[in-house]
């Protein structure tokens, strides 16, 4: 808005100029009251606007009097923080203010309503219809009006309500703007305060006294958190209360259950109310979510506050989310989002997601209608060669693609998983890339027969490519998804993004190290392959050294692991006799290449040559439960496990001609391979045998 022409007269005057000079936007809001002001009839009598502390109600009445003044028209303030919630109280203020003006009144401003709440019920039956018809009406609190409203056929025509909410990002830089901070710091300044008027001009206020320097966080504005406290919290009846409100903070919706775990008390009925009544909160078919700046403010201070608690909050509110998954993933209902949510403030990788956009996109099916639309946003992010290998996968495995949607009928973005164990040689040598991640898993941890191998080959958002986007956020939400829920993972590779180091502090955070000689070239564009192995790991341990993350703890990048030795089937017989040999010798198994293969490795532990022995010393007994397995089983024990001085010697102690203990030795020597060999080939000895 544009300050008025006329020269100050009075301090006052000065201050209303200075203010109309920083108020930006609402023009909606504007607009409307002076529609209702010019109208002959106005359309509607009361014009009930609501919002947060700080989101500027009291500014906007301040602008909204200013244009009925400049109209010509009587106005009177009443503020709710300053009478008794009377109704003689309120009658003498109006009375009081109206005889000072030198007009009729036209124009009723009643600021702070939600101090008058006692007030609601009078005002609406017996005050307001006593006024003139054409006085307007303007009503500003905190919470929306009460139900009784829209249960009146007369008022609901008679009333508008308008939820008062963030500046819009334009009128938020306009704002930074007229207060001449530097251009370079509005990003910034948005990403913290989400366009809240009062956070605003708190960081600008702080940006003066820091020499223009701004928080990393709003953990690190301790001043400003307060303030925006105070405004958007009065009172907490409790300290409960106060814990409910911190654990709505934290997770991205709360229900009453979320809310019993998160304080593990039993019933959270009161608590669970009296947030459903807060203005800073918003009620959704997922449950409770507060604004989110008041988001933002709550959690900021948790964590300046109490670290502990704040972790404590944490883990509860993680391990009933990890609850729900086990219990609803058989309804396919997966809050896995919540998960991710938990690491918004993590500064490591919170900048990798749109956080703006969060939960409003969605996977769907791929479907061959979408298919031009996936080839024309490859071809334009990633060139016409990568769109070729799209489409020669989505005539391949097209049930791997997923699409993301929006709000509209067209995809906005989409990504897929191949699954590299059910591709064929041909299929594999056709792409570059998935040729590599084949080769990397056969070389460092070859798969067994049968065993899942996936690779995140493409992903791409129609507007932002790769950068943070809905398609991020869905892929994250995705992917965590798939790992969570399916069972014998193996290798899961990500090589879907362009070669630089912008993604490592992300896959160094989800332990994914990077695959660097699985890199590969598409068209020019270098593509980096990020890899783990879930064999060497299960999913809780990954969970686990995810949770530790989340405030942010600086990690060690993954190592990459040690090349897996491919032995034939021949080297492998040659590396089990060996090791049986060197188990009658001291049981020295350190250079066996066994250690280096699938068979140990695969074992819990290190692969050390004590787990070999071990491994040896397990098959060797368990051929006494076979068939005629006994004598086996004698022969192998008094030559490698306990071993004779000399073989003569062991058939003398077995009681065995020396040729029938050949004999034995020979066939439990080759039954011991060929548990071992099942071993490699399926983790597990096979059925049949």
Known sequence: ?????????????????????????????????????????PPFSVLFVHGPGGVGKTTLLAELLEAAAHAGRGTVR?????????PAAFDAAVSELAERGD???????????????????WL?????????????????GRHPPAREWSNDPGWRELLRVVSLRNLAPDDARTYLRVAQVPEDKHDRMLALTHGHPLALSLLVDL???????????????????????????ESVPSRRHRAALEVCAHVR??????LRAALDEPDCAEEFGWLCELAIIERGPLGLAPHDIARDVLDADLRWRDPESYLEVHRRVRGHLLEVLDTTAEHGRWPVADLVFLHRHNPTISGYWDWSSFGRAFPDRYRPAHRESILAMTKRHQGPEQAELVDFWLARQPEHFVVVQGSGAEPIGFFCRLALHEATEADLAADPGTRAMWDYATRYGRPRPGEPVFAGRFLVDGEMNQLPSPTINVVTARSTKNWLSQQDLTWEFIGAFADSDA???????????????????????????YAHDWRRGGIAEWLDSTNDRVVGTDLARPAPPVPELVLSQPEFADAVRSALRE??????????????????????????????????????ESLREETRGEKLYRALDRTYLRPAPTQERAAEVLGLPFSTYRRHLTRAVQRVIEKMWEIELYGTESPER
């Open 1 to 41: 808005m544009s300050s008025a022409s006329a020269q100050p007269r009075t301090v006052a005057d000065r201050l209303r100029l200075a203010r109309r000079r920083r108020f930006v936007g609402r023009v909606g809001e504007i607009e409307l009251f002076l529609a209702a002001l010019d109208a002959d009839e």
């Open 78 to 86: 009443v503020d709710g923080r300053s009478i008794e919630p009377s």
């Open 103 to 121: 007009q009729p009144i036209s124009v009723l401003v009643v600021d702070g309503f939600e101090r008058l709440a006692p007030l609601e019920d």
């Open 124 to 140: 609406r039956e017996t005050f307001l219809p006593g006024l003139a018809t054409d006085v307007l009406v303007v009503i500003a």
């Open 207 to 233: 940006l003066a006294q820091t020499a223009g320097e701004l928080p990393a966080t709003l953990v690190d504005a301790p001043d400003a958190v307060r303030a925006l406290l105070a405004r958007f919290v």
């Open 253 to 258: 919706f709360t229900t009453e259950a979320l």
């Open 503 to 529: 993604w490592e502090p992300f896959m160094r955070h989800i332990d994914f190290h990077r695959a660097s000689e699985a890199g590969y070239e598409i068209g020019g564009q270098r593509y980096a392959v």
């Open 583 to 620: 188990l009658a010798r001291g049981g020295r198994l350190e250079r066996n290449p066994l250690l280096r293969s699938k068979v140990v490795r695969g074992r819990p532990g290190s692969a050390t040559g004590g787990t070999l022995r071990e491994l040896l010393t397990t098959i060797v």
